[in-house]
């Protein structure tokens, strides 16, 4: 019996000692060893490709300053500060999508993340198509940690490695969007106030949360919202010209404020695990960062806020902020990448501390 355990756990560092020297042999050395993401469009890199959907920008000019400059399924023109923010953590190849996983290496982690996508099933259904909510999000991750198991020998020896990635949240602007602010297609604007609705959002996503943590999460990223309604299509919608919807920037940093209290609530009560909260609307970027143009989109925009097809996107791409109706250039995800790995960029965006120092526990 003992010496099967010991030879069970040779064969485990053996394996082990080959994945690294893998590492070694492509001069990939990275802070953690595999990332997973769960989010929706500003995380999403092709998972909405193959659903019925509006939400999917498989299209140009999409992907305008992507490697070969061709549209991936990501809703700005070249990488999401996710992407960035696995570059900076020393990730060489991008984390595959969970749709397209053939040929990639799931040890190293998977994206989940869907356009449209919200906390709650319903979201973004009714009015822009299918997606992957975060709760199948979650069920596609099992799925991901079976297969991982499999490799390992075993759920426990999988385990001890799940325990040492990171877990990229980056979900709700949808709830609220595609959801709340549609009082025609969904009711939760007519049953619960902004307080009450917030309150209802986090507490299903700190159910959603615990799950992760049941099958191996114990760092985590959860990353706060926006201003919602400060995107060229909420002004273009908001009935003020040229005016942000300030509604909708109040009803979201209340969900904010909770999100940040849930990570402090469960630093409290997971002493196994570590929780950072990501402050999107810490960094508001402005003129001293190059930016000129701070709320018109890139592209020529469609009533639905993504950009037109085979349209032409303005030249001077890292001027502006938004690329479509909703989403950011590139050059601002380069920033917020920038500011969540390493808060001497911004020491306001990340709390308690930032993603560097979490890779580093
Ligand atoms: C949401 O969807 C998930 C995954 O498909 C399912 O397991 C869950 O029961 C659904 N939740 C609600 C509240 O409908
Ligand atoms: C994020 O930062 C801004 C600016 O410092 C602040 O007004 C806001 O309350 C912060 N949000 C949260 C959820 O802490
Ligand atoms: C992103 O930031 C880095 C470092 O400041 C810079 O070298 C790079 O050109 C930036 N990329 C974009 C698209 O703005």
Redesign the pocket.
């Known amino acids: 019996m003992a010496f099967k355990a010991k030879s069970w756990l040779i064969l485990h560092l053996l394996l082990l000692l080959a994945y690294f020297m893998q590492h070694c042999v492509y001069g990939e050395f990275t802070q953690v060893p595999c990332l997973f993401i769960f989010g929706d469009s500003l995380s999403d890199s092709g998972n909405n490709n193959n659903l019925q959907t509006h939400a999917k920008p498989n299209y140009k000019p999409y992907g305008i300053d992507f490697l070969k400059g061709r549209p991936t399924g990501r809703f700005t023109n070249g990488r999401t500060s996710i992407d960035i923010i696995g570059q900076l953590l020393g990730f060489k190849k991008f984390i595959p999508p969970f749709a397209n996983t053939i040929g990639s290496d799931i040890l190293k982690g998977v994206n989940y993340a869907s356009g449209a996508a919200g906390i709650r099933n319903e979201t973004g259904k009714r009015n822009v198509g299918d997606n992957i909510a975060l709760g199948l999000q979650i069920k596609n991750h099992k799925k991901i940690v079976s297969r991982i198991a499999a490799k390992f020998g075993g759920l426990p020896q999988a385990k001890h490695y799940l325990n040492k990635c990171l877990y990229y949240v980056n979900i709700g602007s949808n709830d609220y969007i595609n959801n709340y602010y549609q009082p025609l297609l969904y009711s939760t604007s007519h049953i619960y106030n902004p307080d009450q609705y917030a309150k209802v959002l986090v507490n299903q996503l700190s159910n959603y949360i615990e799950t992760l943590h049941e099958v191996g999460a114990r760092k985590f990223v959860l990353v706060?919202l926006g201003q919602v309604g400060c995107t060229p299509h909420a002004i273009a919608t908001s009935g003020k010209p040229g005016l942000c919807a300030e509604k909708q920037n109040i009803d979201t940093?209340i969900f904010?404020?909770q999100l940040?209290s849930l990570v402090d609530k469960f630093n409290i009560q997971h002493l196994d695990s570590k929780f950072i909260f990501i402050?999107s609307?810490?960094g508001t970027p402005d003129r001293s960062l190059g930016f000129k143009v701070l709320n018109a989109p890139c592209c020529p925009m469609g009533l639905d806020g993504m950009c037109i097809r085979d349209s032409k996107p303005c030249s001077n791409r890292n001027q502006y902020i938004f690329y479509d109706g909703f989403h950011p250039t590139s050059a601002l995800n380069n920033i917020t990448a920038l500011s969540s790995y390493n808060s001497v960029f911004n020491p306001?965006m990340t709390y308690p501390m930032d993603i560097k120092h979490l890779a580093q526990i």
């Open positions: 706060g940093l904010s404020h940040r402050n609307t810490a306001k």
